[in-house]
């Protein structure tokens, strides 16, 4: 069966409290789809999204791995929770590339994530050289076999608060889009990790497809088998752009 789409948006380092009215009617329209819908908000905008759009879901963009401690300038999980915050991103290719993340750094703070109670959206994807080599599937499947979270925090149901989302990096915020072929090659090999990582639980997590999404071309990707969803950057800081996305989802 196929699973409920989830179309997340990510604002990355985009909004002020002007842009509250964008989160309010997203929102509203939001509320009354058949998808779930999410933003992942600066953290700045967190508490007060979190007040002006009550029961929505509001995201952080990423967490440090540990509670607390001396690490200036970072937050955990727990204080995006605290924040009113119901999910964060990890992995992002712009904090792996900007901030040297590793797969184990992603997987520690996937793990910590979940065991504050935050939904996580794990993000992978293949530089243009990798994908030019023909070594796109190899190398994103490494990425998610190594940062997938275990131990204690995927106890239990966790692949339901788990979706990974495949961003090609040379899609991102470029207006290009991989085939409908090769999204529907990578969305198989990633199922095909998920299982292996946590069995048949592992058909419960949603894999999202990143990269250029807008209201043009977001039904011909959702139509692909095992797309359940999107992650979307640009297209997702209006809400005349994003709402026909979530509309093409539900
Ligand atoms: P984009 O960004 O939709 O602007 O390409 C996607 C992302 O980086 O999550």
Known sequence: MALKKLVVGNWK???????????????????????DVALCLPATLIERAVRAAPGFAIGGQDCHAADKGAHTGDLSAAMLADAGAMLTIVGHSERREAH????????????????????????????????????????????????LPHGEAAAGGVPQRLAIAYEPIWAIGTGKVPSTADIAEMHAALRQRLVAAYGDAGRQARILYGGSVKGSNAAEIFAVADVDGALVGGASLKAADFLPIVAAAA
């Open 13 to 35: 380092m985009h909004g002020t409290s002007a842009d509250l009215a964008e989160v309010n009617a997203i929102s509203l329209t939001a509320g009354t789809s058949t998808c």
């Open 100 to 147: 040297g993340e590793t797969d184990a750094v992603i997987r520690a703070k996937a793990e910590a994530a979940l065991l504050a109670g935050l939904s996580v959206i794990l993000c992978i994807g293949e530089s243009l050289d990798m994908r030019e080599a023909g070594q796109a599937i190899a190398v994103v499947s490494a990425q998610v076999d190594a940062s």
